[in-house]
């Protein structure tokens, strides 16, 4: 679990920079285009140093979720925005002043910087934050402690309570359901959904249409380079993780505190 968390670590990491050269290109490219259009000089000093405001929504959301994920919180949105405003003014006017002939005044740039893009900021981590919280509740509601933890099978005519915390992963085998355990697989009669939502604990996770795992008896993952993981299981079996469920699933591994 640990290699796996520290392998989504990274990915992330690569994510956020590859996102922040993309959206320094379009700010560039773009103010280019409108300085030939309205026929002035370009310095791509001053384009590279006006761009930071864009670069500054990509740490402010990773707070926005950190946050979000700690407890709904109104005025979030607002503090963010406020923050990042100020930081931005207050980095141009020291770099300005610093290395450049002209430094742009602070109140000046907090204003101009407001007016254009505060509302801007505000909706935009306003979203951030309802997204992130509902996120958040999905993962709750699909991890949930359930009462019971015991659940009924069968095994040649005699009725077995089977813990939960026993069973490795669960799959589809209409009409029922196969229970894996480390010694043998148990068949019950319900659906997925049901097992999910009557008797499984917070350590399972749908990973598949057709298959529940118990997080527990995850040892390792690797990724299909399409969207789609391999999970390599405690009892040595190996279960794919569908795309359509990969978000649930790394948002679980991402949310693993280490002792």
């Not at 409108?34 to 500054?56: G, N, P, Q, V």
């Not at 196969?178 to 019950?188: E, F, G, N, P, S």
Request: charged letters at 25%; aromatic letters at 14%.
């Amino acid at each position: 679990m640990i290699l796996a968390s520290k392998r989504i670590t990274s990915g992330s990491n690569q994510y956020l920079l590859l996102i922040g050269i993309v959206l320094l290109s379009v700010v560039v490219t773009r103010d280019i285009i409108h300085s030939s259009i309205k026929d002035y000089s370009f310095y791509l000093s001053e384009s590279l140093l006006f761009s930071t405001f864009w670069l500054l929504f990509i740490p402010l959301t990773v707070v926005c979720k950190r946050e979000a994920k700690k407890r709904f919180n109104i005025t979030l949105p607002v503090i963010l925005s406020i923050l990042q405003l100020t930081a931005f003014s207050l980095f141009v006017f020291s770099v300005s002043t610093l290395f450049f002939e002209d430094s742009f005044e602070f109140y000046r740039t907090l204003i101009n910087t407001t007016s254009k893009y505060g509302l801007v900021c505000v909706l935009f981590y306003g979203f951030c934050n309802f997204l992130f919280v509902n996120d958040k509740s999905i993962l709750e509601k699909g991890t949930y402690q359930k009462t019971k933890r015991k659940i009924k099978v069968n095994k040649k005519g005699k009725a077995i309570l089977l813990d939960c915390d026993e069973i490795i992963y669960v799959k589809s085998d209409k009409p029922y359901i196969a229970l894996i355990t480390k010694d043998r697989t148990y068949l019950h009669k319900c659906s997925l959904k049901t097992f999910l939502r009557e008797y499984a604990t917070k350590n399972f996770l749908q990973v598949h249409k057709s298959v529940i795992v118990n997080t527990e008896d995850v040892v390792s993952y690797t990724s299909r380079k399409n969207g789609d993981y391999d999970l390599y299981l405690t009892n040595e079996h190996l279960v794919r993780v569908s795309r359509n469920y990969s978000r649930n699933f790394k948002s679980f591994f991402e949310n693993i505190r280490l002792e």
